[in-house]
């Protein structure tokens, strides 16, 4: 099993990409691209990522493969996401300090055809992941 998380790609693969959306559209063609060799040569892929655009999130879908891609949609409210804010992001783009933050002045297009959304407040972290598991149990990913 392989983890894609987003700031780990934003430091290493993807440095230098600011958060236009031209830039973040990039960002999620890297990281479709390296799931979808992951994928191709028989591994297994979790990209936790922020994908704000259904065009990029549809490229990727495109990449790995429909019957391998799976799209969780982590549908938390904005309020939630602030109060569990633990880089302090929500509370600097609040007081001006940051622009282009996902949710505050920047968009985010919810998935049109999400394979699974969670919103975290009627399951806890174990509860989702096994919700997970079972989808992909479901279709004989895992």
Known sequence: MTLLDGDVVRTHLSKGLGFSKNDRDTNIRRIGFVASEVVHHGGAVICAVVSPYEEARNEA????????????????????????DVKGLYAKARRGEITGLTGV???????????LVLTTLDADADECAARIERLLEGRGLC
């Open 105 to 115: 002045d920047d968009p985010y297009e919810p998935p049109r055809a999400p394979d």
């Open 61 to 84: 879908r495109q990449m790995v493969g429909s019957e391998s891609f799976v799209l969780v949609h982590v549908a938390t409210p904005l309020e939630v996401c602030e109060r569990r």
